[in-house]
């Protein structure tokens, strides 16, 4: 009796990746909206909004890749010191901010502790 019920009954509609890919795309242009872009697909704009906001939490969910930066030591570049004694070198100080979530942690410290310090700020 169930099945008898159930045959009636309008199945839900799917719609290809390649489809959402294409409405999305048309959506992010400037100028345009999202009513206008779902009624010429035959879509309602809640679906495409939604379309929109599962897109915003799939982006969201992956963590940036982490890009190496290497940053050339240039003297000149560096401002004026006090001379100091024979035999230590003078290394520059390095300025962090590191943002995650809600903490900011700012830091500055020479550039022979960074290691260190930011291996125990990322635990």
Known sequence: MENSLNQDRPRRREYSKQFKAEVLGRCAQPGTSVGGVALAHGLHSNMVHRWIREQRERQAAVPP???????????????????????????????????????????????????????????
């Open 65 to 123: 890749a982490f890009v190496p930066l290497t940053v050339p030591f240039i003297p000149a570049a560096l401002p004026a010191r006090q001379a100091e004694p024979a035999g230590e070198q003078s290394l520059p100080e390095v300025d962090l901010q590191i943002q995650r979530g809600e903490l900011l942690v700012r830091l500055q410290c020479p550039l022979s502790q960074c290691g260190a310090i930011l291996r125990e700020l990322l635990r």
